[in-house]
């Protein structure tokens, strides 16, 4: 479907997990025991849906994305229910890309099958290493053979298939990395997303570096994992269309991520969940309530969202550029000149000047140069 500038994603947020991996920082909690209160989430979702497509009005959907948490631990039929009620609710192609995150544990592989019928298009399996070692590290519930099978069974499932991976693990070489990534690239994933291990204060692997239990992998070593990853991926027909996020041909590119760093609205339902929409002409920033007792009570009075924000011109054209920067396509001139930020100005004339960002066809976008110190960039393009 074209991403027609009226377009509206949707994403979902489910927020249970069957463990919790201590580098995450999501909006997560644990799964055992829930059982009747995920009932009463699915009710809030699809209320929570009818009560913003009202909002909105009958916008045509771009896509669908259920994200966690592990969303493959969503019942089928609640799944179903949701694409169901989006898919009445807003004008879709038949061929509208539904992306579910995946765990690839052999219990929920068993669900792949329900979970195409169901209506997902996409899976995006959250593998992040074939080592064992460096899957216990790393918190996770699934052993490298685990990871293999359910590679090979969603393959006969999906047509469209992404994966998740984390580098700069302690102890990694770049051999290793470079093994991880061909083994990626010859189970014929057509998306892969390599992250770099990061540290987030508040999540267990913070307090561990904090109190000095492991340290890091130093710059030079990131750096030359980093370089491995372009390399490797690049030679196999991969582009890093974002800094994060790499798709061998523009058909393989994710439909819902795209969307939302262009700029455009989505509907967040689900605690927690975020979203953006346009509401009386104004550019707005909604967040859900957090707690799943609270968004549920939340939905059934009316009021989901925890805050409701609406963003100011250069607000909303910052967080363009916050976002569009991290792509190929870059942002354009139009959206700088929203800051009064001209190229033949500093700070844009000079991050040019030094290879850092590149003008072209009327847009500035990352160099080669500049997507490693992405982060730097953004810093003096904004201050």
């Not at 909006?27 to 995920?38: C, K, L, Q």
């Not at 192609?93 to 592989?109: C, F, H, K, R, Y």
């Not at 099978?149 to 693990?169: G, K, N, P, Q, T």
């Not at 929409?277 to 859900?288: E, S, W």
């Amino acid at each position: 479907m074209t991403d027609a500038p009226d377009g509206l994603a949707l994403y979902v947020h489910w927020p249970y997990c069957a463990r919790i991996c201590p580098y995450c920082d999501f909006n997560v909690v644990r799964a055992r025991g829930r059982e009747t209160e995920m009932a009463g989430l699915v009710t809030a979702l699809l209320d929570d849906l009818e009560a913003q497509a009202a909002l909105v009005g009958p916008r045509p959907l771009v896509s669908i994305f259920f994200g966690g948490g592990t969303p493959s631990l969503m019942p089928p039929e609640a799944v179903a229910a949701v694409v169901e009620r989006a898919r009445a609710l807003f004008p879709a192609s038949s061929a509208l890309e539904v992306t579910l995150e995946a765990n690839p544990t052999d219990a929920e592989a068993e669900r792949f099958s329900a979970l195409a019928g169901a209506g997902v298009t996409r899976l995006s399996l959250g593998v992040q290493s074939l080592d064992d070692a460096a899957l216990k590290f790393l918190g996770r519930n699934h052993s490298g053979a685990e990871a293999r099978r359910a590679v090979a069974l969603a393959a006969r499932h999906f047509e469209r298939l992404s994966i998740d991976l984390i580098y700069a693990r302690p102890g990694q070489t770049v051999s290793d990395w470079t093994g991880e990534l061909t083994w990626a690239l010859e189970s014929g994933f057509e998306h892969i997303s390599p992250y770099q291990l990061t540290i987030e204060p508040g999540t267990a692997f913070g307090r561990a570096v904090a109190r000095g239990a492991w340290t890091p992998p130093d710059e030079d070593l990131a750096a030359d994992l980093y370089e491995a990853t372009q390399s490797v991926l690049g030679q196999a027909g991969f582009e890093a269309y974002e800094v994060s996020n790499h798709a061998c041909g523009v058909a393989a590119r994710s439909v819902h991520n795209l969307h939302v760093w262009r700029g455009r609205d989505y509907l967040g339902i689900g605690p927690g969940a975020h979203g953006r929409l346009t509401l009386d002409g104004v550019r707005t920033a909604t967040i859900a309530h957090r707690g799943v007792a609270d968004y549920v009570a939340g939905v059934e009075a009316g009021t989901p969202w925890a805050e409701q924000a609406a963003l100011s011109p250069v607000e909303a054209a910052e967080e363009k550029v916050l976002l569009g920067l991290r792509t190929v396509e870059g942002v354009s001139l139009a959206v700088l000149a929203d800051l009064q930020i001209l190229p033949v100005d500093r700070p844009l004339a000079g991050l040019i000047e030094d290879g850092f960002l590149a003008l072209s066809d009327g847009r500035v976008a990352a160099t080669a140069r500049g997507r490693p110190v992405l982060d730097g960039v953004l810093k003096a393009l904004l201050t």
